[in-house]
């Protein structure tokens, strides 16, 4: 289990400065700890904080979105004509719920067919693994301005610890 | 009757007359006819126009004020754009960004589809902007009393709402004949 502290240090070692989005169970703990660092502006749907992603791009920011994957449904509009179109990178942290059909019934669906969703929309994708967490955000840091679009990082339940105890 | 009585101007009227009065200021311009007329009459490169994502203009505009806190930044917004993304007028209203200025122009109608009425008419989008907690709010009509508001909002700490009721007429504006991501570019230098 990767320590939340450990994760925000480690994007804001690769360059992240500007974080939004919308919690999650599984985000709560770098929820918190970019709270406490002071660097979280927390949205009210995920096409608004992919939107306010890319404005912040714009003026120069580095920016990340943290959202649960239904929120992926929510924000595809905007992602697919705006930040794709317009080539303004974001990374987006997707909580994987629903994983292998191991969840309440809402998230089953989504669960299911994330990895297809962002293939169709051609926005790449990893899941994050604790071995290879520096691999991952080499990965990103490379895809990110290379590429000039969004890219996701997927977070199962359990790889970063959540709200404190 | 249908924008209330009294209203006296065109979207594209009342736009170009806040154009006039901008520097340098970032200003991000709603889908649809809005972005079509804003090229059209008041290009510039600090212009930063959407040509989808409906309802996230204040959300990009919040994006870059947050990031560029000592540039004041305009949006330029419709009233089926804002019923749209209404949420954010309450993340706005938390948030509080001093440098942040949305003027909806507001005829009451889905202009680009072919005027199907919204519920702006019924809903006053300047009371909810008001209730979310924007700083400054104010609804127009005539052309100088926009001017005047318009000019007070550059100077006061925000974030300001300008609600400017318009007509339904659209100008015959092309489509904006720029590459998304070029907009981008263009935009992105001109704010540095």
Known sequence: MIDSDVFVQALQDIGFNFFTGVPDSI???IIATLMERQLYVPAVREDEAVAMAAGAFMGGKIPAVLMQNSGLGTSLNALISLNLIYQQPCLLLISWRGFEGKDAPEHLVMGQSMPAVLDAVRIPSRTIS?????????????????????????????????IQP | MRPEEGTIQSRAR????????????PLVVCNGFPSREVFKLGDRPAN????????????????????????KVVVFDGDGNVLMGMGTLATV????????????????????????????????????????????????????????????????????FLLVKVTEQSEDADRVLLEPDEITRRFMKAIE
Do not use: C
């Not at chain 2, 009342?14 to 200021?25: C, G, T």
């Not at chain 2, 994006?63 to 806190?69: C, E, I, S, T």
């Not at chain 2, 609804?139 to 926009?146: A, G, H, P, S, W």
């Open chain 2, 93 to 160: 209203g938390a948030v509080k960004p001093k440098n942040l200025i949305h003027v909806v122009f507001d005829n009451e109608v889905y202009g680009s589809t072919g005027n199907q009425p919204t519920i702006s008419r019924v809903v006053r989008l300047d009371a909810v902007a008001k209730a979310a907690g924007y700083v400054n709010v104010e609804r127009v009509l005539e052309r100088e009393d926009l001017v005047y508001e318009f000019k007070d909002m550059l100077k006061k700490d925000g974030p300001s």
């Open chain 1, 27 to 29: 985000l709560g703990g």
């Open chain 1, 130 to 162: 604790e071995p290879a967490l520096a691999e991952d955000l080499k990965w990103v840091a490379q895809t990110f301005m290379k590429q000039r679009i969004p890219v996701a990082l997927l977070l199962k339940k359990g790889i970063v610890k959540s």
């Open chain 2, 48 to 71: 930063f126009y959407m040509i989808g994502s409906m309802g996230v203009a204040p959300a990009i505009g919040l994006g870059v004020a947050l990031a560029k806190p000592q540039k």
């Open chain 2, 14 to 25: 009342a736009m170009a007359a806040i154009v006039a009065l901008l520097s340098d200021e």
